[in-house]
């Protein structure tokens, strides 16, 4: 038995029909759990799945007994994934992450296991923990085996398995000294494993603020072992004591994750990446990105990133690693404070920070007391507030039977690409919506940083120029009347169209010269097509005879720098369609149309108030905020008919921007997607 087995042990409970008691021979037993922190325990969705609907309505239906059967409550399932579509009548093989978190009342005294905050590297030596009835009895079982790779999404052990009814049950690494994940299943050559970076997942469903609230409880339980003078085995200590640890101590990483908890939890993804990038790059001395990304939830898991940091010009002088966590969290304290105020009390956490850095150098030094000192200047290693990254969906002309390959990906600073989601055989047109409300979503927690948001860049086939992107929800409907409440894609975020055809190749001189004129701007609006109504010099006479190609095309090669070709209809198919080949031919790195389906007949109106837009605008980037509002206002019922009818013009109106440099044809730092992120 290791050292870990022995802590593992008690927090180990037995998942069963409540009132069940011990119940030796296991007739009405589900499967194992763990705690995780006081009053929180995880399973796999599949073993409290046994209780039935009554599981799935958040009633207390799941028997929890822990310390050997000495003490015996009922659960309730607050998180779960997946969700079952029919509660009464749940499937059979349970889809991946196969997780439920269950608050359980009256168990603030229980031992609970400490979180991995990174996946293990195969091979792994590890330990898999639970209780089973395989013997004839209940009793606690553990076999030890080595992780040797993945499958998909879930972790796979080499020839050896947990025996039936430790489903649920923990899986220790060894080398970490930490669980890593939870036993899903048997197969044919070993057994599979969920990682505990798939709780990440949790944080995203409707409640998922308990997820955060349970890992905060692990964090304060934690230090407060460490702390206790209780001479018990204890987490941290054991850590401590692993052959060949290095960098920050346990001890440190207890104290620093404890403060942590005390704070507002992060908001998305992004907030946090965002000042791990700039750590890295203070650090490391340089500005380039990580291209590899990361999903932490939590203001520690960012700390769990900066494990062996290397700087290949700084190597030698000190622990990177150290300083980094150090760095980070003092930008953490200084982004809380920013962001809150007085509402939020940082002090133990600055405190700690100033006692830790003591034996730092002096450029680190005065670097955290720029930070963690209220009214000094933003040091360098501070970077201006904006998005982290903005977000980037590639859709490709259709193959095989119609269907459209499709990549999300981030764009960091504007020249660093990192792929997240891809389907390279595609789907149809009618299934890009619901097939990638899921893939943006993420995309765009990972751009996200606090209130700024990040910004989608659609490059589309010219086809499918008329998609409504701006439209999307990216939250599955609830059926309640609050959805009709809920923002759209383009209510809350700049949502702007670029080609497909052109994007990654090197520009051609009138898109360049076009461009670096519209980014300085003046713009001005101009038809797209010169027979549109409302659209001549005349706004009461319309040309009768429609204009070729080849006349629109001499026409806007010869529009002005600035010039935004301006279309009170559709551009994916027909007239609209030829026109926009024609603008894009010409180098036109901006126009504006309107993607409803229905005849306009107020064309004379959309080009004058579009001119007007577009030149109060003056420069390609600032056309995207008035844009925005417009797709707000004109979608506001409840304004009464005269306002509603004065920002009818702007009804389903699209925007391309299409810069000749985002990212530089060439430039792109491009790696392979993270293990599991894509689908293949």
Request: charged letters at 30%; hydrophobic letters at 35%.
């Amino acid at each position: 038995m290791s050292a870990f087995d022995a802590l593992v042990r008690p927090a180990l409970v037995r998942i069963a029909a409540p009132d069940c008691g011990y119940d030796p021979h296991g007739d009405r037993y589900w499967g194992t759990g763990f705690f995780i922190a006081p009053g929180w325990v995880l399973t796999c969705a599949h073993v409290v799945a046994e209780g039935g609907s009554a599981v799935w309505r958040n009633e207390p239906a799941v028997g929890i007994t822990w310390e050997d059967g000495k003490r015996e409550t009922t659960g309730t399932v607050v998180l779960a994934l997946p969700y079952p579509d029919r509660p009464d009548d749940p499937p059979d093989r349970w889809a991946f992450p196969d997780i439920a978190l269950v608050r359980v009342p009256g168990a603030q005294k229980a031992s609970c296991v400490r979180l991995g905050e990174r996946p293990p590297v195969p091979p792994a030596s590890v330990g898999l923990h639970g209780w089973s009835r395989e013997t004839g009895e209940l009793g606690i079982r553990n076999v030890h085996g080595t992780l040797i790779g993945t499958d998909g999404k879930a972790l796979i052990t080499d020839w050896v398995m947990p025996v039936e009814g430790c489903s649920g049950g923990p899986v220790v690494d060894h080398q970490q000294g930490a669980v890593v994940g939870l036993n899903k299943g048997r197969g044919r050559d070993g057994g599979a494993v969920v990682p505990v970076t798939a709780l990440r997942r949790l944080h995203d469903l409707p409640g998922g603020e308990a997820m955060g609230e349970a890992l905060r409880a692990h964090d304060r339980y934690h230090l407060a072992r460490y702390r206790s003078l209780d001479d018990r085995p204890d987490w941290t200590r054991t850590q401590g004591r692993l052959a060949g640890a290095t960098g920050v101590s346990p001890g440190l990483r207890t104290q620093l994750y404890g403060h942590f908890a005390e704070l507002p939890a992060p908001t998305a993804p992004g907030e946090i990446m965002d000042l791990v990038d700039q750590v890295k790059a203070w650090i490391r001395d340089d500005e380039l990105p990580d291209a590899l990304e990361d999903d932490p939830r939590t203001w520690s898991e960012g700390a769990g990133l900066l494990r062996g940091l290397r700087a290949p010009r700084r190597d030698g002088v000190r622990d990177l690693e150290l300083d980094a966590v150090l760095l980070y969290a003092a930008h953490v304290a200084r982004h809380v404070r920013g962001r809150y105020g007085e509402r939020v009390d940082t002090a133990d956490l600055t405190h700690w920070i100033v006692d830790e850095s003591g034996d730092a150098d002096r450029h680190l030094r005065r670097e955290i007391d720029r930070l963690v000192s209220p009214g000094r200047p933003a040091p360098l290693s501070v970077r201006e507030p904006r998005a982290r990254a903005d977000v980037l969906l590639e859709i490709d002309p259709p193959i095989y039977d119609l269907r459209y390959p499709w990549r999300v990906k981030l764009l960091l600073d504007g020249h660093t690409v990192s792929p997240l989601h891809f389907d390279e055989r595609g789907v149809t047109r009618a299934q890009l919506r619901e097939t990638l409300r899921e893939p943006l979503a993420d995309a765009l927690r990972r751009g996200d940083s606090g209130p700024h948001l990040a910004a989608v860049e659609a490059v589309l086939p010219r086809e499918l120029f008329d998609e409504p992107l701006d439209t999307w929800r990216l939250e599955p409907p609830q059926g309640g009347p609050e959805d009709a409440w809920a923002t759209t894609l383009g209510q809350r975020r700049f949502v702007v169209i670029r080609d497909r055809r052109r994007y990654g190749r090197e520009p051609a001189p009138e898109w360049r010269e076009r461009w670096e004129a519209a980014e300085h701007g003046p713009l001005r609006a101009a038809p797209l097509r010169a027979e549109v109504p409302g659209a001549g010099p005349d706004a009461h006479t319309a040309r009768v005879r429609r204009e070729t190609w080849a006349e629109t095309y001499d026409r806007l090669r010869e529009a002005g720098g600035g010039t935004v070709p301006v279309y009170c209809g559709r551009v994916g198919s027909g007239d609209g369609l030829m026109a926009m080949h024609a603008a894009l031919a010409a180098g036109h790195p901006l126009a504006l149309w309107r993607t409803g389906a229905h005849d306009h007949t107020d064309c004379a109106e959309f080009h004058e108030r579009a001119d007007r837009l577009i030149s109060a605008a003056s420069t390609a980037w600032t056309v995207r905020g008035p844009v925005r509002s417009l797709r707000t206002r004109a979608t506001d019922r409840a304004a009464g008919p005269e306002a509603l009818a004065d920002y009818a013009w702007a009804e389903s109106i699209a925007l391309m921007l299409d810069p000749v440099d985002r990212p530089p044809d060439g430039g792109r730092l491009e790696p392979p997607p993270l293990l599991g992120e894509g689908e293949q």
